[in-house]
């Protein structure tokens, strides 16, 4: 099993810009989990998808912010327009339903906007 | 609400001592826990779980923990460290509500081995 992949692993781009991460969870996972990573904030959940169909956005910071799971195998989270402060570390995560066991983690994606 | 404290924000030991990592929780009912390890510009990787079962739950690479109740702690520890432990662990609470568990992150040890 490949594990939950994301990309791209680094991103740098300018204030304003349109950026897009993406993820495919392991095969047979049909809960997905984006969270954050910030110095200031350590680890926050984003949104949470269950059979693709959004759950929980509660955590997305702003309408900058948008994520989609058009099928099974494939997730963004974007942000449009970036800005400074959304540098971090965004991971996505896959579990079987409801992640009573905990979830698999991929590499993460270290955005920075400069 | 489901919530974690890790004591040490630190921690430093010599290769081939014992490791400690204490951590402890709140929770209104009986909680799932975990511990993750994040090595240097690397994921997170599940180190072990407690899920109501047994409380003393053994992990990957040695590490074991102790879910104690009374004390709201679920402490991590290692019996000799290794160089390859450096890396920053976090003590996780799992919240179950709309039918999820909602992964609820400490703010991290970051664990320095010495030779």
């Known amino acids: 099993d490949a594990g939950v992949i994301q990309s791209p692993r680094h991103e740098v781009t300018e204030m304003g810009q349109e950026v897009t991460l993406r993820c495919k969870p392991i095969s047979g996972h049909n809960s997905l989990f984006w969270y954050r990573q910030t110095m200031m904030r350590g680890l926050e959940l984003l949104i949470y998808f269950n059979n693709n169909v959004p759950i929980d956005d509660s955590g997305m910071p702003e309408d900058r912010f948008s994520a989609k799971m058009p099928n099974a195998s494939f997730s963004t989270l974007k942000i449009q327009p970036s800005e400074p402060r959304d540098s971090a570390v965004y991971f996505c995560?896959?579990?079987?339903?409801?992640?009573?066991?905990?979830?698999?983690f991929g590499s993460g994606t270290r955005l920075t906007v400069v | 609400a489901q919530s974690v404290t890790q004591l040490d924000s630190h921690v430093s030991v010599s290769e081939g001592t014992p490791v400690l990592l204490r951590c402890n929780y709140s929770s209104s009912y009986s909680p799932s826990l975990f511990w993750y390890v994040q090595h240097p510009n690397k994921g997170l990787q599940l180190l072990l779980k407690y899920t109501s079962a047994a409380t003393l739950v053994k992990g990957i690479n040695g590490f074991e923990a102790e879910f104690k109740k009374s004390e709201t702690s679920f402490h991590l520890t290692k019996p000799s460290a290794h160089m390859s432990d450096a890396a920053e662990y976090f003590c996780v609470v799992g919240r179950f509500s709309g039918g999820y568990n909602k992964l609820i992150f400490g703010a991290g040890t970051r664990l320095a081995v010495h030779p």
């Open positions: 995560a896959s579990s079987w339903t409801g992640g009573a066991d905990g979830y698999t």
